[in-house]
T-cell receptor, first 112, second 112 residues
Framework: NAGVTQTPKFRILKIGQSMTLQCAQD?????MYWYRQDPGMGLKLIYY???????DKGEVPNGYNVSRSTTEDFPLRLELAAPSQTSVYFC???????????FGQGTRLTVV | GDSVTQMEGPVTLSEEAFLTINCTYT??????LFWYVQYPGEGLQLLLK?????DKGSNKGFEATYRKETTSFHLEKGSVQVSDSAVYFC???????????FGEGTQLTVNP
């Protein structure tokens, strides 16, 4: 009964470092998403994927990269961390368009 | 583009009080509308949804009606409990895309 699993839960990065946020789902969902949540703001879509091998940009893709080599996994890569990327990151998945999106518990990232 | 506007928070109520959280949207066509809830330290969970005009979504005592004429989807509950304390997000999914557009969220605190 895992659903959407994100790792790590917390991370502190120094400016210019890189890291990968992991996301895995075990529901065989085609669609996967990465959002960031800033204080007092709604969630902003970073990237999404409609299936293995297919990704597309969301509202705020700059500074991030993604890949989708399998149905289960959708990692988010930060190449050169900046303080503006301090946020809580949520991964989500859904079976089809217009079906319920299931969210992971989030990764709290601080860039100092 | 699409947008969702929620009433400003935070909202503080006493147990058994009536709750209304306002949500209005801007979108072309006939989007699907959602309310998500985020409990402390957790990811978002779908609370209820409505996919066409005049539909009423309901769950756990919460209700919201899709009003096309006023472009609104206000969340209501007749008697709140301490366990309802959370952040509530209104969201829409447009008819053509695969993305959810979120409002900024409303923090609800219910005191015993």
């Amino acid at each position: 009964n895992a659903g959407v699993t994100q790792t790590p839960k917390f991370r502190i990065l120094k400016i210019g470092q890189s890291m990968t946020l992991q996301c895995a789902q075990d529901m065989n969902h085609n669609y996967m998403y990465w959002y960031r949540q800033d204080p007092g703001m709604g969630l902003k879509l970073i990237y999404y994927s409609v299936g293995a091998g297919i990704t597309d940009k969301g509202e705020v893709p700059n500074g991030y990269n993604v890949s989708r080599s399998t149905t289960e996994d959708f990692p988010l890569r930060l190449e050169l961390a900046a303080p503006s990327q301090t946020s809580v990151y949520f991964c989500a998945s859904s079976l089809r368009l217009n079906t319920e999106a299931f969210f992971g518990q989030g990764t709290r990232l601080t860039v100092v | 583009g699409d947008s969702v506007t929620q009433m400003e928070g935070p909202v503080t109520l006493s147990e058994e009080a009536f709750l209304t959280i306002n949500c209005t949207y801007t979108a072309t066509g006939y989007p699907s509308l959602f309310w998500y809830v985020q409990y402390p330290g957790e990811g978002l969970q779908l609370l209820l949804k409505a996919t066409k005009a005049d539909d009423k979504g309901s769950n756990k005592g919460f209700e919201a009606t899709y009003r096309k004429e006023t472009t609104s989807f206000h969340l209501e509950k007749g008697s709140v409990q301490v366990s309802d304390s959370a952040v509530y997000f209104c969201a829409l999914r447009d008819t053509s895309g695969s993305r959810l557009t979120f409002g900024e969220g409303t923090q609800l605190t219910v005191n015993p």
